[in-house]
């Protein structure tokens, strides 16, 4: 097996290998919470874009979870979207989805364009957290693929039967194909880790001397990060494709340089 | 900023923000049956963070996730459902704690004293019972840990007490009957309004 096939055996397994861990986790009462608020033994880590709804949506400050979402935030400070690459399993779905290529046939009312500007995904940001204030329920949890898929897994396990909001799973592909792509674009837990992880020194760097400027690298992005035309690299899912693919092995992983 | 790209933007807030409030309309809540010590309905559903970890903590199973058909702003939360199991926090594994209360990370369940419960009530259909249809069942009256909750006519036929029953679900767990003559409602719950 080459180092490629290696990163991308582990990527792929981990939001499986997770998963298993959050059902059996229970049996040897060793894993509590789906990853909205996982505990394991004594660290418990926290959805960060789950406790501002939560927060807004109850107008109080939810002291317990404080620390845990502290915890994720420095994570992602140092990490920067990896949670998007590693560990997601929506993530997962919507991008094996992208590599059978059935989403590449979108029809055209895409409206790429319109989500690909930062300030689209801000203001969704922001409408989910507004919303979640006026109407007094974590909007977006409800419905987010994730959760969903986490809920659905431990019913499964638990009694044996699943929810019917599965039915959001098809709902957000659709929306990848006309809208635009869902982890990149949309995610308002992907919006939310950019911001707080857009200085992580953990970022791919092209070795200009051996770069040939063959554009794999953005072609396997699963970010759709340009990475030869761009030095933001904030919605990078440290998924390691392009580095792993490059002819000429001009990506390299290492702390960016102080300006 | 160009004033199409504005509206454009404008275009995403309204289509997020009216899609919150149109979906819970459509997809309106039901009534259920929450874990004992849950905040009420509107607080509940505002701080829950629908982790699912007193879904897997509850020793007996009693305790589902809300699926779509139990409302959108439901979604995820947690419900008591009888027929999977009853809520010992009256008598049994949970009597010394509730271990939802104590494992929830929002404090949307609070450990509330368990003589001071109050989740719901048993709702007898007399046409599904055997007892009433003429043949010898006490399973109900046998299991049930409140005294008062139930008594009987004639030492043979049950009926429930709605402001004593406190909604366990022991009964309706029980209940032999096919279909079962029992059901669980949050008629009468007493929850607290806030932590």
């Known amino acids: ?259 | 900023m160009k004033r199409r790209e504005f509206l454009k933007l404008f275009g995403v807030g309204v289509a997020v923000i009216s899609l919150s409030d149109i979906l819970p309309r459509v997809i309106k809540g039901k009534e259920l049956v929450r874990p004992p010590g849950a905040l009420v309905e509107d607080a509940l559903n505002a701080v829950c963070i629908r982790c699912a970890r007193c879904a897997q903590i509850c020793p007996t199973g009693a305790i589902v996730l809300a699926s779509l058909s139990d409302g959108f702003k439901e979604l995820g939360t947690p419900r008591i459902d009888a027929l999977r199991g009853p809520c010992e926090r009256v008598q049994g594994r949970c009597e010394g704690q509730a271990k939802c209360a104590e494992i929830c990370p929002t404090r949307a369940i609070l450990q509330v004293d368990r003589r001071a419960l109050k989740m719901g009530s048993a709702i007898i259909n007399a046409d599904r019972c055997m007892a009433w249809r003429g043949g010898s069942c006490l399973v109900c009256y046998e299991v049930c840990p409140v005294q008062g909750a139930i008594s009987l006519i004639d030492e043979a036929r049950p009926i429930f007490h709605a402001d004593i029953c406190v909604g366990c679900g022991r009964c309706v767990y029980a209940c032999p009957a096919q279909p079962r003559a029992l059901s669980l409602s949050p008629n009468g719950e007493r929850r607290p309004s806030s932590a």
């Open chain 1, 1 to 259: 097996m080459s180092r490629a096939q290696l990163v991308r055996a582990v990527r792929l397994s981990l939001p499986i290998f997770a998963l298993a861990a959050i059902v059996l986790g229970p049996v040897f009462h060793l894993v509590y919470g789906s990853i909205c608020t996982i505990g394991v033994g004594s660290i418990t880590l926290t959805c960060p874009l789950g406790f501002l709804q939560v927060s807004l949506a109850s107008r109080s400050m939810i002291l317990g979870l404080l620390v845990p979402v502290a915890a994720t935030l420095a994570f992602t400070i140092l990490f920067g979207r990896i949670f998007c690459g590693w560990i997601c399993p929506a993530g997962n779905l919507t991008q094996r989805f992208g590599e059978a290529g059935l989403l590449r046939r979108a029809p055209s009312l895409r409206l790429t364009s319109l989500f690909e500007q930062i300030p689209t995904r801000l203001v969704l940001l922001g409408s989910v957290l507004a919303a979640s204030a006026i109407f007094r329920y974590p909007v977006f949890c409800v419905i987010c693929p994730i959760g969903i898929i986490y809920r659905n897994v431990i019913s499964l396990f638990q009694y044996g039967s699943v929810g019917l909001d599965l039915i959001f799973i098809p709902v957000i592909a659709a929306l990848e194909l006309g809208l635009a792509p869902w982890c990149s674009h949309i995610c308002p837990l992907g919006t939310t880790l950019r911001i707080f992880g857009q200085k992580s020194p953990l970022v791919p760097i092209v070795d200009k001397a051996k770069c040939i400027g063959c554009s794999i690298c953005t072609k396997v992005c699963n970010m759709k990060v340009p990475l030869l035309q761009t030095s933001n690299l904030e919605d990078c899912s440290k998924c390691m494709e392009c580095s792993l693919r490059c002819p000429t092995r001009a990506i390299e992983w290492r702390k960016k340089a102080k300006p």
